[in-house]
C-alpha cells in the first residue's frame, strides 16, 4: 500500500465550508488510489478558511499523477463547498499542486490539473484533450450567449443572478455589500423625504446643498466652490469621470459656424486660425445625442441635447471654454453661446453640455465601453479556454463577478423598472438609440488607449493626467501580459497553431459582436505581438479604464448643477437674459436630484475587500517563471503610484482614479 499525503483549502468567504460529504480520488499513469472521504475523527473538517491535511492510499505507485478527482455527496440538507487548492505529495517527496477556486454544489464531481499551464499543443495524451474538450462542452452549456438589445454587444443568458452558476457569482460578503448599499444611499443619507418629493424645484443653486452636505466629499466642495469657473468646466474633460470625448480641432465643423470675431476677445487678442495651427483648439461633439428620443418621467417630458464645445488651451495651460451650441443644426433657434453673454445664460449653456457629458459618459463610455465589453471577454473566456489554458490563467481574475455585476445592472439599473430610467434624461428607449450609436462608432483601435490617444490628437495637452497616469498602466500592462504569455508562446507559428486562441476570437467575433460586424477587431491571430496588444487591451478595460470612468462618479455629480442626470425644460433658444428661477425649474427637482446623488454613491464608492490590480488571491499559475513575472508587474505599479502620489502633492487637486491601489482588477461594479 502506497501512501501520499493530501492537503486541501477550503475558501475563506462566508458559507464556503460544507458539512457534505467530499471524497477524493488521485488519478495516476498507473491507476487510481482509493476513493478516501475526507472527514478527521471528531474534527470539523472543510471549515470556511481550513486547510486540512489527509492521507490517501492506494494499492500500488500511480506514477505521474494526472488527475485529482473531487466528488461532493449530499448529507440531510445541500451545502455548497468552496475548493480553493489541493496540494499531493508523494511517496518520493514531490509536491504537486493543483489549483481549483470552484463551487461544488449539489452531487458535483470535478476533475482537476496540476498547476503549469498548458496549450492544446502541449497535451499530447488522448486522455488529456478529451479531458480539455468535455470541460468546454460543459461550460459551454452552462455560458451561453444572449441577444439583449439589438446593435449592442451579446451578454450572459441569465434572467438574473439566481440563474448563474455559484463560480461567477458575487460571494456572500460582496452580495450583502451590494444589496444594503443603496439602502444605506437613500436611508443613512437622510435622503428619502426628497425622493418623494417629484415635481418640486429647488429655489435656488444654494438650496441644492440640503442634499449636498450629507456626505461630505473633498472633490465634491472643490466641485461646489469652482463649478461656475470657465477654467474647471474645460478641466473635467480632461480629469474628471469622462475624460474620453475631448479631441483637438484641426477644422471647425461645417455645422459649428464659429466666427473669428465671436472668439477673438477669448483668444487674448489672436485669430482663431492661429491657434488651430498652434494645437490650442479642443472641442467636444456630442453628436452621439443628436435625434436620441428624451424621456418621460412620470408623464413629465424631459430633454436632451446634442451640443457642441469649443475650447482653447490658454498660456497658462488652462483649458477654456470659447463657444458653445447646443444642436447639432445649427439657425436662427440654435444660436451660438459666448462666455460674454449674459452671465445666467452662459452658465445654462454650460450646464447642458455638462448634462450632455453625464448621458454620454454613463452609457457610451462606462457602460459600453467597459461593462458590456468586459462581459463579452468574460463568456468567451469561460466558453472556449479550459482551466489549464496560460490564457485562462491570465485573464480569469480579470473577469472577477462581471457577470453577476451586469446581469443585476441590466434588471436593477437599466431595465423597465431602474434607476436610469426613473431619473435620467436618456433613459429608456433613449438608452439603447445613444448604446447603439455608441458601438458603430467604436473600434478596435479606440479600445487601445496609445491608438485612441493619437487618434483623438491629444499629444499637446497639457495637465491631461488620464493620459500620464494611463499611458504608464498600459505600458506596464502590455509588459505583464508578454512577460506571461512569452513564456508559452516562443514563436508565432506556435500562436497560429493553439486551436483554442483561435476558438476563443473567433467566439468573440461571431457571437459576442455578432451585431457589429464593422468593430475592426483581428479574425485570427497571426502573431504574438498581436496577441500581446490585445491581451493588454482586455485587461487595461476591465481594470484600469473602468477605475478611470467608474470612480469618479460621485465626486463629479454629487454636486448636481455639475452634471445633470437630466434636464426639465427645453434647450435654450436665444440669448436673452434668464432668471434664476428659470434655471432652477431647468435643473433636477428634488426627486431626481437625490436619486443621482444616492446612485452615483453607490456606484462610485470604494468597495469593502476589493481586488486591486495585480493582486491575485487566487493563484492560477504555479510556475515559478509566471510567479517572477507577476511580481514584476506589482512591483512596477508600485512605482507607478509613487510617481503618481508625488505628481499629486503639487496640485490643487490630484488625480487619483488611476492610481494602482484605487484599481480592481476587474469591472464588479
Not at 27 to 33: N, V
Not at 212 to 230: A, L, P, S, T
Not at 631 to 650: P, S, V, Y
Request: aromatic share 12%; proline share 5%.
Amino acid at each position: 500500500m502506497v501512501t501520499y499525503s493530501v492537503t486541501v483549502a477550503t475558501g475563506t468567504t462566508s458559507y464556503s465550508g460544507t458539512n457534505n460529504y467530499i471524497y477524493i480520488t488521485l488519478i495516476g499513469e498507473k491507476g487510481e488510489s482509493e476513493k478516501t472521504k475526507l472527514d478527521k475523527w471528531l474534527q470539523n473538517d472543510l471549515e470556511r478558511g481550513s486547510v486540512d491535511e489527509y492521507e490517501v492510499k492506494s494499492p500500488r505507485d500511480l506514477g505521474s499523477i494526472r488527475w485529482l478527482r473531487l466528488e461532493k455527496v449530499r448529507f440531510l440538507v445541500e451545502d455548497d463547498w468552496f475548493c480553493r487548492y489541493a496540494m499531493v505529495r508523494t511517496p518520493s517527496g514531490e509536491t504537486l499542486h493543483f489549483p481549483c477556486y470552484r463551487w461544488l454544489s449539489e452531487d458535483d464531481v470535478i476533475h482537476m490539473r496540476e498547476g503549469p499551464a498548458k496549450r492544446p499543443t502541449d497535451d499530447k495524451s488522448p486522455a488529456f484533450l478529451t479531458h480539455r474538450m468535455k470541460e468546454l462542452d460543459e461550460r459551454q452549456k452552462l455560458y451561453r450567449w444572449k441577444l439583449w438589445k439589438p446593435g449592442v454587444t451579446k451578454c450572459i443568458d441569465a434572467e438574473s443572478e439566481d440563474n448563474l452558476h455559484p463560480d461567477v457569482k458575487f460571494d456572500e460578503y460582496r452580495r450583502s455589500d451590494f444589496e444594503h448599499a443603496l439602502h444605506v444611499a437613500l436611508g443613512e443619507l437622510f435622503l428619502k423625504k426628497f425622493v418623494n418629493l417629484f415635481g418640486s424645484s429647488w429655489d435656488s443653486l444654494k438650496s441644492f446643498q440640503r442634499i449636498f452636505w450629507r456626505v461630505k466629499n473633498n472633490i465634491g466642495n472643490y466641485v461646489m466652490k469652482h463649478w461656475k469657473e470657465d477654467w474647471f468646466f474645460g478641466y473635467q474633460f480632461k480629469n474628471g469621470c469622462n475624460p474620453c470625448i475631448i479631441e483637438k480641432c484641426s477644422k471647425i465643423p461645417e455645422n459649428f459656424p464659429v466666427t473669428n470675431d465671436m472668439v477673438c476677445k477669448s483668444l487674448g487678442g489672436s485669430t482663431l486660425e492661429e491657434q488651430i495651427q498652434k494645437g490650442n483648439i479642443y472641442i467636444v461633439d456630442f453628436k452621439v445625442l443628436d435625434g436620441v428620443p428624451a424621456n418621460v418621467i412620470k408623464g413629465v417630458q424631459q430633454y436632451v441635447a446634442a451640443p457642441i464645445c469649443l475650447l482653447y488651451q490658454d498660456p497658462k495651460n488652462r483649458l477654456l471654454p470659447i463657444a458653445i451650441q447646443l444642436h447639432q443644426i445649427p439657425g436662427a433657434e440654435n444660436p451660438i453661446f459666448l462666455p460674454s453673454d449674459p452671465e445666467n445664460v452662459w452658465l445654462l449653456a454650460k450646464i447642458w453640455v455638462r448634462s450632455s457629458d453625464f448621458q454620454v459618459h454613463q452609457v457610451v463610455y462606462h457602460l459600453c465601453g467597459t461593462h458590456l465589453l468586459a462581459e463579452v471577454f468574460c463568456i468567451c473566456t469561460l466558453r472556449q479556454l479550459p482551466s489549464v489554458h496560460p490564457i485562462f490563467k491570465l485573464l480569469t481574475p480579470h473577469t472577477r463577478y462581471t457577470l453577476e455585476i451586469n446581469t443585476r445592472a441590466r434588471n436593477d439599473l437599466l431595465g423597465k423598472n431602474g434607476v436610469i430610467i426613473r431619473v435620467v434624461a436618456s433613459g429608456g428607449r433613449g438608452m439603447d438609440v445613444i448604446a447603439q450609436k455608441a458601438f458603430e462608432m467604436f473600434s478596435y483601435s479606440a479600445l487601445c488607449l496609445p491608438d485612441n490617444l493619437k487618434q483623438r490628437g491629444l499629444e499637446g495637452l497639457k495637465d491631461y493626467y488620464y493620459q500620464e497616469d494611463g499611458l504608464q498602466l498600459w505600458f506596464a500592462i502590455n509588459k505583464y501580459v508578454k512577460g506571461i504569455a512569452g513564456l508559452y508562446y516562443k514563436t508565432d507559428q506556435e500562436v497560429c497553431e493553439d486551436s483554442e486562441l483561435q476558438a476563443w476570437i473567433q467566439d468573440l467575433l461571431q457571437e459576442g459582436f455578432q451585431e457589429l460586424p464593422g468593430f475592426g477587431m483581428p479574425e485570427a491571430f497571426h502573431t504574438r505581438e498581436e496577441l500581446y496588444k490585445f491581451l493588454t487591451m482586455v485587461i487595461f478595460t476591465c481594470s484600469a479604464q473602468h477605475a478611470a470612468l467608474n470612480n469618479g462618479q460621485y465626486d463629479w455629480c454629487c454636486w448636481i448643477p455639475n452634471s445633470p442626470c437630466t434636464m426639465r425644460q427645453p434647450p435654450l433658444t436665444s440669448k436673452d437674459d434668464i432668471s434664476v428661477e428659470q434655471l432652477m425649474e431647468t435643473l433636477p427637482d428634488m426627486s431626481q436630484s437625490s436619486v443621482q446623488m444616492a446612485f452615483t454613491w453607490h456606484l462610485g464608492r470604494k468597495l469593502p475587500n476589493k481586488i486591486l490590480l495585480g493582486c491575485f488571491d487566487e493563484e492560477y499559475f504555479t510556475e515559478e517563471g509566471a510567479k517572477k513575472v507577476i511580481a514584476e508587474f506589482r512591483e512596477e505599479l508600485k512605482d507607478i503610484e509613487k510617481r503618481i502620489e508625488k505628481r499629486n502633492e503639487g496640485l490643487p487637486l490630484g488625480y487619483e482614479y488611476l492610481k494602482p491601489s484605487n484599481i480592481e482588477n476587474s469591472v464588479s461594479i
